[in-house]
Structure formats: structure tokens, C-alpha cells
């Protein structure tokens, strides 16, 4: 579908009234697009007022109850602070002012906004409110509690906001239902995604509140559920709106059709997984290979009471790994980090643990055109070259590959590759134990965990990094601690995850900026602080069209896998779930939201089947 455009021409007095204030002073004046949705590269799917996409049933039944398992605990209805635990589903009480869509790379449609406006360098963004928009109350959203959620979530959010509206000077009202976002330059093209993934607040409800403040009081939101009820850190339940504002927009016919919600909290994954095997949980999207493999041969699952289906997915499968805090002095080193990595032997544990199930991560862009291979193309070169000197040499020079053993658990090959490493670095083993040449300190650090099934995964490779010396004790912690210490950076390495989209932007500041690792809160938990990254990253950001933004992407992949930041994990592009037969799920899955609980609903044929044979 073709944009709509209007062009604001000189003479065209009544062409004036929908552009936006700054546009005025410019001779000649700005060309102005105007569309229902933005992408940000080429032009939206659907039209205006589309019927639904192909992925949705817009004829679902609504009704029903849903209990699903959370793990951990939480502390709060607040999610927008760094302190706070927030409550499972707690976001989906707030609208934003578009849509993602679902199998369009980076492409968004109104929501709250009803049309977008933008010139074509991008420079700013104009959105013009839908006069049905509500709160929860019945009163309208307004364009001041847009303006408002734009300052009080870079002012005092988690730092992440801070990090993702970074480029975005301003919001200000220029129309009765008209804001306007106004960006610092012109060079990031992402912006009107950006600023259209904004949670949008309501400004009355917290005039009076502390936004800094853990709070356990129910918020006023906008969106297609609010909060029904909650034990304080072992459920939460949400009720669908009834007569929710967006209910009957294309994008949302066929969604959010359950009744409730509901979210029981689990503190270990064995008993919640026990939970969903006694009948008290729904649903379960699993995590666990070995699960997958051997602990549904139960009799609910061989005479159908519960089905599992494992759905292929186009995401990008971003980087799960085991983590260096390079704050550490220990670790500041590459080769010892390198070195540290090599021990890990993924070929054994995919064979014993996880039945052969993964691939390992060997991008952090995986599973995407956006992963580095092989050595680097002309269009790579143009920008890592004026890096030469900054980054790894080897960017230049070698394909990344990771080290591998025959899967046997001999790790004979892949110690000797570690103790070359460490001795280059200044290490030798003394007493049995990896020691400074220098100093004498004995080479040993944490593994922290939040979560008791890695245990298996990490035991083996404690083991193996005993054989060179190397002590690695295993602390395995709760949810709200293990956010605590992640928040303060305290800890040497833990298991970690960097999720990435089609079109990456300002959130790599967030990811490895150097303001980021020194700011607390901030999703730098590697604590890079590297010049030639930051110079990647705001290349990347400024990148004018699709081919240069793959490019500078893949550039920015091969200096973080070089640099041994991380210790590469393991990935899978299908999504295990499993559920008890009381649903029915759209024919098609969209291809960036496989899962996609919300457009699920009860067949209620299916449910008075199972509830029959559960008496």
C-alpha cells in the first residue's frame, strides 16, 4: 500500500493547519508524509482500517479463565523503575502509540495515534491522538499525558529510557490532539519507531504520586486488560476491558480473548513445571531440552490431554551467553576471557544435555541477515577500517568460529589452547591453581544464577575449568537478588541474554555504550567502555538505508565477538510449547510473534471434553 503523502506547498494557506509549528519559519517548506503506519524502510502492508492480518481470527470466541506460571516473586505494579520486581503482564495495562507489526520487519501502525507525520530526513515525528482513545476512568489520553510519559520516563525511569529516547529532544502539544516529537539532527531514521513504542502514561493519576517509589497500588491504564486481583509476590490476575477503547481497530479483531489472566508464582521451575503436569497450570512455553525430550511421557500427553507443538520462527536469536563483568580486573584481559571460554564444551553438553536439540550462538545476531560470516565484505570494511589499530585484529583477518571438541567430554585439545592463552597473558598453573606471574592472585571468580536448572549446564564446565586451575564457584539466587546485584553490576559472570530485532538501533547504546556501563541499572552488564564500539553504535544508528544498516550491523557483530566479551550459549528457531487441550490457535503464526498467546482463545467443545475427563 502506498503512503499517503501531502505536500505542504507555498501558497497553500490551507494545507497549513495539520503541519506542525516548527515548519512554519522554513523556506521553501518541508515536504510532510502522513500515513496510518511507518517503516522504516519502504512502505507499510496493510491499509488503514485493513481487515486483520492472516495470523489473527477475527471471528474468536472471547471468554474464559487462563492461569499461567511466573517464576521468581515481585514487589510492585510499577514497572517503569529500576528498583521495582514488577508483576508478570503487568505492561499490557497500558497502551502505546502504535502497533508493532508482526510480520513486517520494523513497521508500525497507529494505535493511540490515529496518523503519523514526518518529513523526509526524519528530523521529527507528529502524531495525532485518536479521539477514542481512554483511559480505564473513561477519560480521555491526552496529548499532555503524552508529553508527560516522554519526560518522566528519561527523567526517572530504569536507565534503559533514558538510553532509548536519548536522541529525542522533545515532546510539545501543537494541536488539540497533535503532539510532536522534535529530534536532536536528523540522523537517526529509527526515531519515529522509537517514539512510537511509547508507553503512554496517564499524567492526572501520578500528578500527586511518587514515580520513584516502589508502589503495590492498582495504576489507571489504557490497555485491553487492568488488574483484577494479586497476593503479593504469588499471583496476579488481570480482566479483559470490556468495552475497551481499541478493541475494534484491525490490528486487534481476534485478540486478547480471554476473560482473565492469570499468573501464579513459582520460586524453583521443577515444582512450577509439576504445577503444569497436576493440571494447575495451562500453558508452557518450554526452555529446557532435556524437558522437551523425556519429561512429557506422561499420560495426559499420550492420550492428547495436553498437545505440544514446536513453532519455526524468523526472530533474531540474539545472544544468550555467560557473561563477563569486564569491570572486573581479571577479566580486562582478552585472552583470559578467551581463554575462560574455550573450556566450555558445548559439543558435550548438546549431546548429554540438551539431546542435540541446540546450534551455538555464534553471532549476536543470530538466526537474521544481520549475522557476520566468513570474513568481512567491502561494505563491512567501509566501516571497520577507520577502526584499524582500535578494534581486534583479527575482525580483519579470521572468520569467527568457536572452539570445539568431538563431544566425548575430553577436553585435552581445548585445555591446551586455554593454557596458551592465559600464559601469553601472564598466567601459569602453581600448587594447581591458575596464578599471576606478577602478583601471585589465584584466577577465581562467581557464576551467579537466577535460575536453578543451569546448574547442570555449569557444573560441567566448573569441572572443566578446575583441570586448568581455575576456580568457579556456582551461587544460585532469587529472582529479587539476582536483579539487585544485576542492577549494581555485582557479580563476575552470570547467564545472560541480549535480544535483538530486525532493525537494531538506539537500545545497542543501552546493550555496550559507554555511558551505559557506568550508569547502574543499564543493560551494559558486560561494562564495555570502548570508543571504537561507540563509534560503531552511532554509526549503526545513523545508518541512511537497509543495505548500510546490515553492513555497519554485521561490523559491529564481528568486534564483539572478537573482543570475548561473553561466553556464546545456544540457540533454537522454533518455540517448544505445551498446553492442555481446551484451545484453538490461529492456522497461521505471524512470523516475528510464533507464540503469540494474546490471539489464542477457549474452544469451548475442547474444555467441557477435558474438564469431563479430569472429574
Known sequence: MAIRRRSVLAGGAALWVGAPAILRAQTPPAKVNVSH????????RYKADSGPPDYLNPNAPKGGSVRLGARGTFDSLHPFI??????????????????????????????????IEWPDDRSWVAFNLRPQARWHDGSPITVEDVIFSLDILKAKGAPNYAFYYHDVLKAEKVGDRKVLFTFRGDTNRELPLIVGQLPILPSKWWADRDFEKVSL???????????????????IAYRRVPDW???????NRGRNNFDVLRYEYYRDVTVQFEAFKAGDLDVRQENIARNWATAYDIPAVRDGRIQRTEIPHELPTGMQCFAFNTRRDYFKDKRVREAIGTMFDFAWANKNLFYGM?????????????????LPTAAELKYLEPLRGKIPEEVFTKEFTLPESDGTGNVRDLARRALSLLKEAGWEIKDGK??????????????????????????PYKQNLERIGIDMTVRTVDTAQFKRREDEFDYDMMVEGFGQSLSPGNEQRDFWGSKAAVTPGSRNSLGVKDAAIDSLIDTLIAAPDRENLIAVTRALDRVLLWSNFVVPNWHNNKVFV????????????????PFAFDTWWIDEARDRALQRERK
Request: charged share 25%; with cysteine.
Open 217 to 235: 497500588e492498582v495504576p489507571l491504564g489504557s490497555g485491553p486488560y487492568k488488574v483484577d486481583s494479586f497476593d503479593v509476590g504469588r499471583s
Open 245 to 251: 477503547w481499541a478493541k475494534d481497530l484491525w490490528m
Open 358 to 374: 541446540y546450534k551455538r550462538n555464534v553471532s549476536f545476531f543470530g538466526n537474521s541477515e544481520l549475522a557476520s560470516s566468513g
Open 37 to 44: 503506519g511507518f517503516a522504516m524502510h519502504g512502505e507499510p
Open 434 to 459: 591458575m596464578t599471576e606471574t606478577k602478583t601471585g592472585r589465584k584466577l577465581a571468580f562467581e557464576m551467579l544464577l537466577n535460575d536453578a536448572s543451569f546448574e547442570r549446564v555449569v557444573l
Open 578 to 593: 505445551a498446553y492442555w487441550n481446551r484451545f484453538a490457535r490461529p492456522e497461521k503464526s505471524a512470523r516475528y510473534a
Open 82 to 115: 529500576v528498583k521495582s520486581v514488577p508483576a508478570a503482564g503487568i505492561t499490557q495495562i497500558w497502551d502505546t502509540l502504535c502497533w508493532n507489526s508482526r510480520d513486517e520487519a520494523s513497521t508500525e501502525y497507529g494505535l493511540i495515534a490515529e496518523t
